[in-house]
């Protein structure tokens, strides 16, 4: 019996130690977890960023615009959604572009391991009216349907 009590009396005090590396490691966890979480949300921004900024783009390239540039068009949207326009291929009457579009990533750990920023590319082509209606409507636009049932 006395074996027992021996071994409980050494043992007092271990939790005091264990409980704060216990928190440690938690924190550190959270920490990872956290900054994984807020790059994958940067990473999404950037990608909406790049959509929008292409589309302002190729938008400004369209014959029924107002004659604005499509690379300052892409720049306006790119600030506007605080990101960074990295490189922009879209020239005046190509009625294309293509851009890629960086944004800052927030957190503590993943920014000082050297990834502070995300970037993202996106790609819009303008397309001719007729190709963007529907198989039967394209088909009705060829081939009249008589209205007498004919």
């Known amino acids: 019996m006395r074996w027992f009590a021996d071994r409980g009396q050494g043992e007092q005090g271990t939790a005091s130690l264990i409980l704060p590396m216990v928190l440690?490691?938690?924190?550190?966890?959270?920490?990872?977890?956290?900054d994984i979480g807020a790059y994958l949300v940067a990473a999404a921004r950037a990608q909406s960023l790049a959509d929008a900024a292409a589309l302002a783009a190729v938008s400004a390239d369209a014959p029924t615009s107002t004659g604005q540039i499509p690379y300052i068009e892409a720049e306006r949207v790119t600030q506007?959604?605080?990101?960074?326009?990295v490189e922009c291929r879209c020239l005046p009457g190509l009625e294309r572009a293509t851009v890629t579009v960086s944004v800052p990533v927030p957190g503590?750990?993943?920014?000082?391991?050297?990834?502070?920023?995300?970037?993202a590319d996106a790609a819009?082509?303008?397309a001719p009216p007729d190709e963007l209606a529907p198989g039967p409507t394209r088909e009705?636009?060829?081939?009249?349907?008589?209205?007498?049932?004919g």
């Open 80 to 85: 506007a959604g605080d990101g960074q326009l």
């Open 108 to 119: 503590l750990v993943i920014p000082t391991l050297g990834a502070s920023r995300v970037a």
């Open 124 to 126: 819009a082509v303008l």
């Open 24 to 34: 440690w490691v938690a924190t550190l966890v959270a920490i990872v977890i956290i």
């Open 140 to 149: 009705r636009a060829r081939w009249p349907i008589p209205l007498d049932g």
